[in-house]
T-cell receptor, first 112, second 113 residues
Framework: GQQVMQIPQYQHVQEGEDFTTYCNSSTTLSNIQWYKQRPGGHPVFLIQ?????EVKKQKRLTFQFGEAKKNSSLHITATQTTDVGTYFC????????????FGPGTRLSVLP | EADIYQTPRYLVIGTGKKITLECSQTMGHDKMYWYQQDPGMELHLIHYSYGVNSTEKGDLSSESTVSRIRTEHFPLTLESARPSHTSQYLCASSRQGHQETQYFGPGTRLLVL
């Protein structure tokens, strides 16, 4: 079954509202990465988190890695129409054959 | 912008035809991947490679095959295309190691009639 889950699956927000997507793993992760895929495009790397409890910011985006290294979140402050797309988390698991696994993604729609 | 290329970008083909989707990267990455993705949906890993002469099946069963004769090249072949193969196919690569950021190609959109 799916080892990395994301919620919500879809999110519709009004421009200017905040948005958060959550990523949860059934196993401890060595690190977690976040990718963004614009409609019609391909996934593009945003950031990597490695340390327990780590928080990183990129302008209006805040990324957090849980203390147990099993969950992560991406928060966007004051969404803009350019934030539209699907946000994927991807976890790196030690000691697995294919040790990099993507979550199913959260699709964000921003209404102007 | 990542140096990873896919051809063709779009392909419309009839049932039963053999097709090869090309993927090349100039970054010297050891690892390469093929994902299948329906519009707006999950990324399904179908094949990956750790390096030359290494190929592994991914989480999603696929009737396609891959080869890795050269580091920079990771083609995917469908011997007999069927309408159920209609999807987007994304190739990616990463450097072996703990970071392993994946760089994606632009994708091939396949339509099998």
């Amino acid at each position: 079954g799916q080892q990395v889950m994301q919620i919500p699956q879809y999110q519709h927000v009004q421009e200017g509202e905040d948005f958060t997507t959550y990523c949860n793993s059934s196993t401890t992760l060595s690190n977690i990465q976040w990718y963004k895929q614009r409609p019609g495009g391909h996934p593009v790397f945003l950031i990597q988190l490695v340390k327990s409890g780590e928080v990183k910011k990129q302008k209006r985006l805040t990324f957090q890695f849980g203390e147990a290294k099993k969950n992560s979140s991406l928060h966007i402050t004051a969404t803009q129409t350019t934030d539209v797309g699907t946000y994927f988390c991807a976890g790196f698991r030690d000691n697995y054959g294919q040790n990099f696994v993507f979550g199913p993604g959260t699709r964000l729609s921003v209404l102007p | 912008e990542a140096d990873i290329y896919q051809t063709p970008r779009y392909l419309v083909i009839g049932t039963g035809k053999k097709i090869t989707l090309e993927c090349s990267q100039t970054m010297g990455h050891d690892k390469m991947y093929w994902y299948q993705q329906d519009p707006g949906m999950e990324l399904h890993l179908i094949h990956y490679s750790y390096g030359v002469n290494s190929t592994e099946k991914g989480d999603l069963s696929s009737e396609s095959t891959v080869s890795r004769i050269r580091t920079e090249h990771f083609p995917l072949t469908l011997e007999s295309a069927r309408p159920s193969h209609t999807s987007q196919y994304l190739c990616a690569s990463s450097r072996q190691g703990h970071q392993e950021t994946q760089y994606f190609g632009p994708g091939t959109r396949l339509l099998v009639l």
